[in-house]
């Protein structure tokens, strides 16, 4: 097994690590400018020829603590250099990181070559040379403090270099491995597979073009420079291994072409144009991609294109005054995309965010990105009929700013002062019952105006601050939409004046059944979290990066109830989300706890709720697997009981970390039985979920004692939607 870094942009870590994984990579974790991992000779040789995202395969050789500046050559001159190089070749070192008294990377290369040479003046009397232009084999030295970690380069140059820009006198505006991961974000693999269009209205140089036939039909980044690749100079090379492995990379790229769904650009400009052409000739897609002269404000469909996916990354006024002249080109596509491309897919990139409003478009989705030394987004749009004829409007999670900006007067219309007034209704007697109970975050509405279908929810953090979550409701397809964005912009002009307060702390998502991948994609990565006190625990929340902000509020009264049945006593959370449960059955006095939960994300946020809270972490601990995986397993052979077990499921849920599906109707009885399995004597399993039409199979659960605690956990501010969940306590 291999010991190998990927290194990558700054922001693609995360998704290098998910394409890492996919290749079959093992002990994959991302770094915040690449990916550790393990595998064998031939993942390695995978990551090199098949990486969109990668810069650099580096297979790790030596690692070691070193206790002095003098121990970096002599630990570098004890390894055995002949199982890598002989002395004929010629090899070249770069060197990263501090330590040691060695502050610079030229001083630090030049130990690491120091140490090379030795060991073949030791062994053979003859040293190898120093080329650092065309060597023979790379080697990378990182030091962290007085950790030497030494690696050897597979490929020799940035990944990002595909070949398909050789020659040309032109810097493109994104590197190779960018355009791949936007491209990624924006679904584009999976709207090529349903055979999709592509589309770049402002497509410059053609990256976004040529990358996305390359992942469409399949074709390895690597493949048409694999010659080229230093892993074919390295001792240890499987020459034949690597010659399979490119092999079945022409084969599938040959099968991929076959079927290469419809992918086009356009520019404003002739040059740009012909630099895009060149460089698709090179890419060998020319039969495949078509471009066009045309600006935006030209802008028309001009052929009979499936709906697919619009990608385009605008300029975003570099200099000083360029900024007005940009907002025009913003606008220009806005019109351009609510006017051609209805029921279709739009991704804009920029390094500019604030121009993304001028687009005039409500973002599904915004990421993160980096462009060099810029930080940029990547935001995401459904394009519908429901867009035509709004002014510019502020889209994603500020989109309250937007609405008052562009309609003042929308507040003073009789739907909104109906809402009000409603709002109003809600409040007051909420507001009493919050104080009187210390409760810091609660719901004020839900959807009770079946016509403004909106969820709020109020929260006070522990700064002060007051914040409202809205979330909106899919309206069915029989509701038309431009009146249910009217009656969406009516809801949120009113709020600031309600609440009293700023737009800037009303976040707004729309709510909807998700599918696929989607169901587990970040909305935004501000990552921007506050704290609010729940029964006297903190709790950390995040408003604006995820559908749900790490508490969810329906629950209260199951927390409360689960944690009181745990006072000295301890405690399995299963699905344990951001555990909340735990930090509160832990400061109520669990004596132990096991949390498990499959995403990392979320144990990461679990992690600071029980460090928030001054929970010990050996007593309480945090487990990252399949929950379902996990309790089969453990309850064949039990290997821990446990006096409370809670079980609070997703109604369904697909992962790629899963086998199979998760449908808590179909599999409630088997998932209860086997957690029953780990309960002590005397114990008590608490099992709730959120499917409105679950029905409990007590028949198949005959001989355990069931209570239905529903109505005794249901907040107060829950009490006009009793049936957002079930709960149910279950004994032997």
Not at 100 to 123: E, N, P, R
Not at 225 to 231: A, F, G, S
Not at 499 to 505: A, G, I, P, R
Not at 517 to 535: G, I, P, W
Request: hydrophobic residues 40%; charged residues 25%.
């Amino acid at each position: 097994m291999l010991k190998c870094f990927a290194t990558t942009s700054g922001g693609l870590s995360e998704l290098l690590r998910e394409e890492l994984m996919v290749l079959g990579a093992k002990n994959v974790k991302a770094q915040p400018r690449g990916v550790t991992f393990e595998g064998s000779q031939e993942l390695a040789y995978r990551a090199c020829l098949w990486s969109r995202l990668a810069n650099r395969i580096f297979i790790t050789v030596l690692e070691v603590e070193l206790d002095n500046q003098e121990e970096l050559t002599t630990s570098v001159a004890a390894l055995d250099w002949q199982q890598h190089m002989d002395v004929r070749d010629a090899f070249a070192v770069s060197f990263s990181g501090k330590g040691m008294g060695i502050d610079h990377s030229h001083y630090g290369a030049l130990k690491i070559k120091d140490g090379i040479v030795d060991y073949f003046m030791d062994k053979q009397d003859d040293r190898p040379t120093v080329d650092t232009v065309h060597p023979n084999l790379r080697v990378h030295g990182h030091l962290n403090r007085n950790q030497l970690t030494l690696s050897i380069d597979l490929v020799g140059y940035s990944l990002h270099q595909r070949g398909y820009r050789e020659g040309q006198q032109v810097k493109a505006p994104l590197k190779e491995n960018l355009a791949a991961a936007l491209l990624y974000r924006s679904g584009w693999p999976d709207i090529a597979k349903q055979g999709g269009s592509l589309y770049d209205p402002m497509c410059g140089s053609g990256t976004f073009l040529i990358e996305a036939a390359m992942m469409a039909s399949d074709a390895a980044p690597g493949l048409d420079k694999q010659d080229r690749m230093l892993l074919n100079q390295w001792k240890q090379h499987d020459a034949d291994l690597w010659q399979r492995l490119v092999g079945e990379a022409r084969g599938r790229k040959a099968s991929g072409m076959a079927s290469l769904p419809p992918i086009y650009g356009s520019d404003a400009s002739h040059k740009s144009l012909d630099i895009a052409e060149e460089a698709i000739l090179n890419s060998g897609y020319f039969k495949h991609i078509a471009v066009k002269q045309m600006t935006v404000e030209q802008g028309r469909i001009w052929g009979d294109w499936p709906k697919g996916l619009v990608i385009a990354n605008p300029p975003y006024g570099e200099r000083l005054g360029e900024v007005d002249e940009v907002k025009v080109i913003y606008t220009a596509l806005g019109n351009y995309l609510k006017s051609e491309f209805d029921g279709w897919q739009a991704a804009v990139f920029t390094c500019n965010p604030e121009l993304g409003m001028y687009l005039g478009l409500k973002a599904k989705r915004s990421h993160k990105f980096a462009n060099g030394p810029m930080e940029c987004k990547l935001f995401r749009f459904d394009v519908t009929e429901a867009y035509h004829r709004e002014p510019a409007i502020k889209g994603g999670a500020n989109l309250a700013d937007g609405v008052q900006s562009a309609y003042p007067e929308l507040a003073e219309s009789e739907g909104a002062k109906m809402f009000a007034n409603r709002l109003k209704k809600n409040l007051k007697p909420l507001r009493k019952w919050a104080k009187k109970h210390e409760v810091n975050a609660f719901r004020v509405y839900d959807a009770d105006m079946p016509e403004y279908a909106l969820s709020i929810d109020y929260y006070h953090t522990v700064d002060g601050g007051e914040w409202l979550v809205v979330n909106e409701y899919a309206a069915p397809k029989t509701v038309d939409k431009s009146s249910a964005k009217k009656r969406l912009y009516e809801a949120l002009s009113v709020l600031p004046n309600v609440f009293d307060l700023s737009v800037d702390n009303i976040i707004f998502k729309i709510r909807e059944k998700q599918k696929g991948s989607s169901q587990y994609e970040k909305l935004d990565e501000n990552k921007q979290f506050f704290t609010v006190v729940e029964n006297g625990v903190k709790l950390r929340v995040n408003f604006t990066d995820y559908l749900d902000t790490g508490l969810f509020l329906d629950h209260r009264d199951v927390r409360a109830y689960v944690a009181e049945k745990s006072r000295r006593k301890s405690l399995l959370n299963l699905f344990c989300y951001t555990a909340t449960l735990t930090a509160q059955a832990a400061c109520l006095g669990a004596t132990s706890s096991v949390s498990i939960d499959m995403s990392k994300t979320y144990l990461y946020w679990a992690k600071h709720n029980l460090m928030n809270n001054g929970v010990d972490e050996n007593k309480h601990q945090l487990k990252q697997a399949d929950v379902l995986d996990w309790l089969e397993k453990e309850s064949e052979n039990p290997t821990q009981g446990f006096d409370v077990i809670f079980l609070d499921p997703p109604s369904f849920s697909t992962s790629k970390r899963m086998e199979g599906t998760l449908d808590i109707q179909r599999d409630h009885v088997t998932l209860i039985e086997q957690a029953m399995c780990l309960l002590n004597p005397g114990g008590c399993l608490v099992f709730s979920n959120n499917l409105r039409k679950f029905k409990l199979d007590r028949e198949a659960l005959g001989g355990i004692k069931i209570e239905d605690i529903t109505r005794k956990t249901m907040p107060r501010d829950f009490e006009r939607n009793s049936k957002i969940h079930q709960a149910w306590v279950l004994q032997k």
